[in-house]
């Protein structure tokens, strides 16, 4: 393995850092689950090389069931609670610390049945437009509108996600 091409080709680096301070109000709260969203760093704010989520999820049962992804991989790193990760063979009780990384096309999916609230950070490799997908899922929450099963399917494939 060697280091990518080089994209800056300027010779004294420059003031380019964006700091997102910890205590930000979160960017989306999906439902009445109270699950909290905030968007560290999206595809379109690291011009597509990654899209970094802090996902603090409510008490309430809540999660992804299995999925994959063909375009993206996706990483989990729990920060606090037990969520439960699905690596595609078997569901861990994740604990602070643990990390799980997916490439694309690898089967995964995460579940708070806890009853405690559960903070992880999700990394999604290249940045992809999940944004959208997010808020799609908090306003079907929010609405109570029910989507058909061919309705699930197109909004899944649109975000590059396919059930298991």
């Known amino acids: 393995m060697s280091y990518p091409e080089v ?12 700091l997102r301070p910890g205590d930000q109000a979160p960017d989306l709260v999906m439902g009445a689950g109270g699950t909290e969203v905030h968007y560290l760093g999206t595809g379109a704010t690291t011009d597509g090389q990654f899209g ?14 299995p999925h994959f992804h063909r375009t993206i991989s996706e990483s989990f790193y729990v920060i606090s609670g037990s969520v439960k990760l699905y690596s595609g063979d078997t569901w861990v009780d994740g ?8 490439p694309p096309g690898g089967h995964h999916g995460f579940r ?3 009853g405690e609230r559960v903070t ?4 999604f490799t290249p940045g992809a437009p999940r944004e ?22 197109e909004l899944y ?7 298991v």
């Open 7 to 18: 994209r800056y080709k300027g010779d004294s680096g420059e003031h380019s850092g964006v």
């Open 52 to 65: 970094l989520y802090r996902w603090e999820m409510g008490v309430r049962p809540g999660g992804a069931t």
């Open 95 to 102: 604990r602070p610390g643990d990390f799980l990384y997916v």
């Open 112 to 114: 708070n049945e806890s």
């Open 120 to 123: 992880m950070l999700i990394l």
């Open 132 to 153: 959208a997908y997010f808020e799609a899922l908090a306003e079907l929450a929010t609405s109570g509108r029910k989507l058909s099963d061919e309705e699930w399917t």
């Open 157 to 163: 494939h649109r975000h590059d996600q396919y059930m």
